[in-house]
């Protein structure tokens, strides 16, 4: 299973912008997708998970600002980021926890190559 993210660049505060991430590979079912930011000198932090029932989760500090989305049959998931500040800036990675196959018992966790989001005037 491999996750290709794509979607970062720079953006005036204020500004928007929407990153996307495509699982392929061998992928029997999503249990759930997910977005983490790392900012420079700070460790990895969790911004947005969905669930295969379709519900979401937000860390506090951007909560009416970022929205995730999915789109199962793509097995694709976005975060449409909005009203964005300085303190977004970071390398965003989507993270996805997979069963490969009918036969898995669980899912596998695997995590996409990271795309640098830069909120800067």
């Known amino acids: 299973v491999q996750l290709q993210a794509s979607g970062g660049g720079l953006v005036q505060p204020g500004g928007s912008l929407r990153l996307s991430c495509a699982a392929s590979g061998s992928i029997f079912s999503v249990n759930f997708m997910a977005w983490y930011r790392q900012a420079p000198g700070k460790q990895r932090e969790l911004v947005a998970t969905i669930y295969k029932g379709g519900s979401t989760k937000y860390a506090d500090s951007v909560k009416g600002r970022l929205s995730i989305s999915r789109d199962i049959a793509k097995n694709t998931v976005h975060l449409q980021m909005n009203s964005l500040k300085p303190e977004d800036t970071a390398v965003y990675y989507c993270?996805?926890?997979?069963?490969?196959?009918?036969?898995?018992?669980?899912?596998?966790?695997?995590w996409g190559q990271g795309t640098l989001v830069t909120v800067s005037s």
């Open positions: 993270q996805a926890n997979i069963r490969e196959h009918t036969w898995s018992r669980i899912g596998s966790d695997y």
